[in-house]
């Protein structure tokens, strides 16, 4: 078969790999001028390490892309640390990234809160019914088991940095899903996810694959017996497409799908994500701190504070300090139209909150990173609302973020999914 793949993330290159293993001619098409997708990175040139444009890792439960880098005989080059993740209580920074850590965070209280956390934690890690958690939101399920102090102060704060104004309405399902499939030990690629990314377009060009760069998906369309025709500056006819972009982006590029199949991607729901990424002189955090979960009612300026190189040694930067601030934003926030200037002056006072001794002078250089389409919004019943990966138009098939549920978005999953579309494809 001729098969076109929309999209070079991790999850199109996969299905890719699979594809072409088989047989197939496998021709990817991608808008932007490099593979990788929303896990891309950049690099200065005294840097031997990429730095992700959106901040990623892995989870050692990340079976799928773990699988993939096995198949291409990796592993070697997959590195895993433990990071401190701390979550702030009057004034003080608390390690809060396990369920045992969580307990001995201060904000619990004593007695009855502490129990019913501890118990709430080990039943969502155990349980693997999440058809029947997701037929509540998460803020309903939680102030009920939990308690109201437990959730005001541990899980609301994590829903509203997710989800803004839909927070009430995720579902618990999700909630689920982050317990369950993550892990204390946290991992990358050596020199980054682009370069996995790169060696990953390497392998797929030397299997046969073609991958085309700045190559924008204007349609596709259905043509009797010449198969799907897609037009990216030029028209050519493929007997499968593969589309893994967005959900909005499908509807644009498929305007002949049926119409309850084109209302139900319009229908889903997601969040963007504003990310600014810091090369410091100095080290931001004196204790180490890989990531900040900071509480919206506290009044910073953006979701998480990740020091990346309390991950990543600063020695694969050249010595730099790589610091991300970032947020999850509901489409038409106004840091999507500040200038990078204007998102800096904004952000950057918060850093003394974080150590007392920064200035600005510290910041060596800053890159801003924008994408309207980063966490989709799950629902209540919200497996009811997953588009089909074979879509109605006979061929065509839609693999996306948006069709992982019940797990969360990510490399891993992107992986998954783009593999089992991969399969469908082939039967």
Not at 12 to 27: E, I, N
Not at 179 to 190: P, V
Not at 198 to 227: P, T
Not at 247 to 260: F, I
Request: aromatic fraction near 16%; charge should be positive.
């Amino acid at each position: 078969m001729k098969i076109a793949i929309i999209g070079a993330g991790f999850g199109g290159m996969a299905a890719a790999f699979d594809l072409c293993k088989a047989g197939h001619q496998v021709t990817i098409f991608e808008s932007s001028d490099s593979v990788g997708g929303l896990a891309a990175g950049f690099k200065e040139p005294h840097w031997d390490s990429y730095v992700e444009k959106f901040y990623h890792h892995w989870f050692q439960s990340d079976r799928s892309i773990l699988g993939l880098i096995r198949d291409l005989g990796w592993e070697d080059q997959v590195i895993f640390h433990r990071p401190y993740t701390v979550l702030l209580y009057n004034g003080r920074w608390y390690p809060f990234d396990s369920i045992l850590k969580a307990l001995e965070f201060p904000g619990l209280g004593y007695g009855l809160d502490k129990i019913r956390f501890g118990f709430i934690g080990l039943y969502l890690r155990a349980t693997n019914n999440w058809k029947n958690l997701e037929k509540h939101t998460a803020d309903a399920w939680m102030r009920r088991w939990a308690g109201a102090n437990v959730y005001e102060k541990m899980w609301r704060p994590l829903l509203i940095g997710k989800f803004g104004p839909y927070y009430a309405d995720v579902n618990m399902a999700w909630m689920w899903a982050r317990l369950k499939a993550r892990s204390t030990r946290l991992g990358t690629f050596e020199g980054g996810f682009q370069r996995f990314a790169d060696k990953f377009a390497l392998r797929l060009r030397a299997m046969g694959v073609e991958i085309r760069l700045q190559a924008r998906v204007k349609f596709i369309k259905q043509s009797g017996d010449r198969g799907l025709l897609v037009d990216a500056g030029e028209i050519d006819s493929y007997d499968r497409v593969l589309v893994t972009t967005s959900p909005n982006l499908l509807a644009k590029m498929a305007p002949d799908l049926p119409v309850n199949y084109l209302q139900g991607l319009l229908d889903l729901k997601s969040m963007g994500a504003v990310v600014m990424v810091m090369s410091l002189k100095r080290q931001l955090s004196e204790q180490g701190y890989y990531w900040f979960n900071l509480p919206k009612d506290e009044g910073y300026p953006f979701l998480a504070l990740v020091e990346h190189t309390n991950f990543v040694a600063p020695e694969k930067f050249g010595g730099d300090h790589i610091v991300y601030a970032g947020d999850y934003l509901e489409q038409g926030h106004e840091y999507f139209s500040l200038s990078d200037e204007e998102l800096m002056q904004r952000f950057t006072p918060a850093f003394k909150k974080f150590n007392p001794a920064f200035s600005p002078d510290w910041v060596k250089k800053f890159w801003v990173f924008k994408t309207s389409y980063a966490q989709p919004v799950p629902l209540v019943d919200h497996s009811r609302n997953i588009p089909a990966i074979a879509t109605p138009i006979q061929g065509l098939y839609f693999a996306s973020m948006s069709q992982v549920y019940p797990w969360d978005r990510g490399t891993n999953f992107a992986v998954e999914i783009g593999r089992r579309a991969a399969a469908l494809m082939l039967a």
